[in-house]
Structures are given as C-alpha cells and as structure tokens.
C-alpha cells in the first residue's frame, strides 16, 4: 500500500464524517426553525397540536444549542484555535450590543 493514499483515505473518512455531521446539524437547524415558527403562528389564533409557548424557551435552548455544535464544526474544520474563536465571538458579541 502506498503511504499517502492511506491518509488521504483516512482524511476522506474524516471529511465525509463531518460532512455528514453538518448535514444533520443544519437539518435540525431548519427543522428546530419551522417548529419555532409553529410556535409563533400558534397564537393567532391558537392551534392544536402545535407546540405551546412554554415549549418557545426549549426550542429556543435547542436553536442555540444547535448553532453551537455547528460553529463548533467550523472551528474544527479550518482549524480555529482557542484564541481565535476567542476574538471571533467577542467580535460576534459586540456586533449584537445595542448602540450607545
């Protein structure tokens, strides 16, 4: 066997692995969304079977969740030290501070 073929096959398994990882987080994403969306056309006017505000919170801890495991998955993927996810997320979070 040569070489560098076996870790450009391990590479592709590892590829495919977070392929398939972010496929399934993104189709929970769109998912977590719709339901988010049921949620908020629920209350005009309320519908059965769909879910209630109370369960707004969760899906909301769900969303983030989800969004965490992702940006998670990027850092991975381009290699994104702990430093620099630090600046990436404080730049993040000071983009969403309200103006003074």
């Known amino acids: ?3 560098h073929r076996s ?3 391990a590479l592709h398994f590892a590829d495919k ?6 496929v399934a987080l993104v189709e929970r994403m769109l998912e977590l969304s719709k339901q ?3 949620v908020a056309a629920a209350f005009r ?3 059965e079977g769909v879910r209630l505000k109370a369960d707004a919170t969760d899906l909301d801890g769900e969303i983030a969740a989800t969004d965490a495991e992702i ?3 990027v850092y991975e993927l381009y290699g994104i030290s702990d430093e620099e996810r630090g600046i ?3 730049s993040q979070a000071d983009a969403r501070q309200p103006p003074r």
Do not use: Q, S
């Open 7 to 9: 870790r450009y096959v």
């Open 1 to 3: 066997m040569i070489p």
């Open 88 to 90: 990436i997320e404080g």
């Open 36 to 38: 988010k969306h049921d």
């Open 17 to 22: 692995a977070r392929h398939d990882r972010m």
């Open 71 to 73: 940006d998670n998955l």
């Open 45 to 47: 006017p309320p519908r």
